[in-house]
């Protein structure tokens, strides 16, 4: 593990430096401080530069391991997590723990040097095709087809993967880290989410304000957006049961009197009872998906005529599960419907159905 000096600052303006430059300095605009992987030929130029960025090289004994570090970092800091490693059997060894992070919604950052630009499909060094391993677990993929774009495509692939939420992918020709270009450090794009439309709102506020007996599911986008306070404080307001979604008790606290455990697979039979009485249920952050809605213990719990009021910061999300779809077909209405207008963070949706809920 190589010893960072003070961080530095990135250039600014358009200059001379090579892509290994380019690539770095991009890291460093992105507040890039740590780095996983195994230390390879395809990249170590730009691996010499860490230590003058102030980029602290994290060496693991498995990349699958650096992968799932970089998952890690990312959710614990909400930062982007980066790995890296040699080109080849160094890469694919990457695959699990980038599927991990796709279903985790972690903005990991994976650089995948690969096999020389001038001997692509001749067998070269440790070749393989890097793009198609990962198309489907990533949410943006850049391959560097001129190494005067370093700065652009790197920088695009990490606004992504907040932009996002996901994996991406930069896949780098061993050669193209060497040269000289002429190229400007993008500035971060900066992202703000709002709290959602306010037809969304007003609906959800009136199911709510007319549900018999809420239930409420916290998920994993509880803890991504930091509103683990908003749904304590709305969980009071409905004076609302809590079920946590699968592998996401950290998503309300089990010591509030209002929590009453995790759904799915091996969960608590409190919880699943409780939720099959719900004519509303609030899912925060959850996509609820199969693996935390089924049958357990011989209870199928899933509260099939309950209207749903989906929170989530992706719209791909939206009933993915189809559970909500299914009542939309039985004549029931669905809050939100997966337009864009639906497409808010956790925090700021809790907090504007909380005023809405306040002023009934």
């Not at 946590?244 to 995790?262: E, I, M, R, V």
């Not at 910061?313 to 077909?329: C, G, N, P, R, W």
């Amino acid at each position: 593990m190589n010893k960072p000096v003070d961080l530095a600052m990135p250039v600014s303006g358009r200059q001379k430096m090579t892509p290994s430059e380019a690539f770095v300095e991009t890291l460093v605009s992105r507040g890039v401080k740590d780095v996983f992987g195994i230390v390879g030929s395809a990249y170590m130029d730009a691996l010499d530069l860490f230590p003058l960025a102030g980029i602290r090289f994290i060496s693991v004994a498995h990349e699958q391991g650096a992968g799932h570090m970089a998952d890690g970092y990312s959710r614990v800091s909400g930062r982007h997590g980066v790995c890296i490693a040699q080109n080849g059997p160094g890469i694919t060894n990457f695959v699990t723990a980038v599927a991990a992070a796709y279903w985790a919604h972690s903005p990991v950052v994976v650089v995948t040097p690969e096999t020389g630009s001038m001997t692509l499909g001749l067998g070269g060094f440790q070749e393989t095709e890097q793009i198609p391993i990962f198309s489907k677990i990533t949410k943006y993929q850049a391959h560097i087809n001129n190494k005067a774009r370093m700065a652009e495509l790197t920088s695009r692939a990490f606004d992504r993967a907040l932009l996002e939420m996901g994996p991406t992918q930069i896949n780098i020709p061993r050669d193209f880290f060497y040269g000289d270009i002429e190229c400007e450090i993008p500035a971060a794009v900066a992202i703000e989410r709002g709290a959602g439309g306010d037809t969304s709102l007003d609906h959800a506020a009136a199911l709510l304000a007319d549900a018999q007996f809420p239930v409420i599911v916290a998920g994993g986008g509880v803890v991504m957006g930091n509103a683990e306070a908003d749904a304590i404080a709305l969980a009071e307001l409905l004076q609302a049961p809590v079920a946590c979604s699968y592998l996401h008790n950290d998503a309300f606290p089990s010591t509030h009197k209002l929590w009453c455990g995790p759904l799915g697979y091996q969960g608590s039979k409190a919880a699943m009872k409780l939720i099959s009485k719900a004519d509303v249920v609030l899912a925060l952050g959850t996509r609820l998906g199969p693996f935390g809605t089924l049958p357990q213990h011989g209870l199928d719990y899933w509260p099939k005529q309950a209207k749903i009021i989906q929170i989530d910061a992706d719209a791909a999300m939206l009933d993915i599960a189809h559970l909500t779809q299914t009542l939309t077909e039985r004549g029931y209405e669905m809050c939100p419907r997966g337009g864009r207008s639906a497409v808010e963070e956790p925090d700021h949706r809790h907090r504007r159905l909380l005023r809405t809920q306040r002023k009934r």
